[in-house]
């Protein structure tokens, strides 16, 4: 049986399926220029949107589960480059008694480049986590950084393999390697879903879904 969760295994970094929309204008004056935000995107980098998601963690070698729920905002700063910031709740099912409950807010932003249907980025956020259990709070800085890739599969379709860093500052092991991969589907113009899976060094599992609401 494995120890108590430590604080690594709730910070879930916003990190989300990305990729890159991309869309033609005309030129002639004697045609009407297409509104980008009525485009349907193929991906999500260089877009500005909202994510609400859910997470489902398993923790490996034990009952413990956790659910997290999450609400990010993607704002597009300039070409190839993304500002980041989300806010997450998580909560454990009981273990000796009591439940775990975290707090986390990180801001961060995202680089990529766009090489035919490839979209390779790299990532890096600062935050704060906060958690309680059995009457007990902590607190700590947190931070992360990423790479990852975004594949254009069809259009609409978008895949994302990813390798993230994760370091929470205060106490001793409590970093992680995360890997995973992701997926967007844009159902419309302005709204999309997405699901993933990622398992990190520990061997826990995340698995989630969202929707991402353009804007």
Same mark, same amino acid.
């Given at each position: 049986?494995?120890? =108590?969760?430590?604080?690594?295994?709730? =910070?879930?970094?916003?990190?989300?399926?990305?990729?890159?929309?991309?869309?033609?204008?005309?030129?002639?004056?004697?045609?009407?220029?297409?509104?980008?935000?009525?485009?349907?995107?193929?991906?999500?980098?260089?877009?500005?949107?909202?994510?609400?998601? &859910?997470?489902?963690?398993?923790?490996?070698?034990?009952?413990?589960?956790?659910?997290?729920?999450?609400?990010?905002?993607?704002?597009?700063?300039?070409?190839?480059?993304?500002?980041?910031?989300? &806010?997450?709740?998580?909560?454990?099912?009981?273990?000796?008694?009591?439940?775990?409950?975290?707090?986390?807010?990180?801001?961060?932003?995202?680089?990529?480049?766009?090489?035919?249907?490839?979209?390779?980025?790299?990532?890096? /956020?600062?935050?704060?986590?906060?958690?309680?259990?059995?009457?007990?709070?902590?607190?700590?800085?947190?931070?992360?950084?990423?790479?990852?890739?975004?594949?254009?599969?069809?259009?609409?379709?978008?895949?994302?393999?990813? =390798?993230? &860093?994760?370091?929470?500052?205060?106490?001793?092991?409590?970093?992680?390697?995360?890997? /995973?991969?992701?997926?967007?589907?844009?159902?419309?113009?302005? =709204?999309?879903?997405?699901?993933?899976?990622?398992?990190?060094?520990?061997?826990?599992?995340?698995?989630?879904?969202?929707?991402?609401?353009?804007?």
């Amino acid at each position: 049986m494995k120890n =108590v969760p430590s604080f690594k295994t709730f =910070v879930l970094a916003a990190a989300v399926s990305l990729g890159l929309a991309s869309a033609s204008f005309a030129q002639s004056a004697n045609v009407a220029v297409p509104n980008p935000a009525d485009a349907k995107p193929t991906g999500l980098l260089g877009q500005s949107y909202t994510t609400l998601g &859910y997470s489902y963690v398993d923790f490996d070698a034990t009952s413990i589960h956790a659910s997290r729920y999450s609400l990010a905002a993607n704002q597009s700063l300039r070409e190839g480059l993304d500002g980041i910031l989300e &806010y997450g709740y998580a909560r454990s099912s009981k273990f000796a008694g009591t439940r775990l409950t975290q707090h986390d807010l990180m801001a961060g932003a995202r680089a990529f480049l766009t090489a035919g249907g490839i979209k390779p980025y790299v990532e890096a /956020g600062i935050g704060w986590v906060w958690q309680k259990a059995a009457g007990v709070s902590e607190d700590s800085f947190a931070w992360g950084a990423g790479v990852g890739a975004e594949f254009e599969v069809v259009s609409s379709v978008t895949v994302t393999p990813y =390798v993230r &860093y994760e370091d929470i500052t205060r106490g001793s092991d409590n970093d992680s390697w995360n890997y /995973g991969v992701k997926a967007n589907y844009w159902l419309s113009s302005r =709204v999309g879903l997405q699901a993933g899976v990622e398992r990190d060094d520990d061997k826990n599992m995340t698995y989630s879904v969202g929707a991402n609401i353009r804007f």
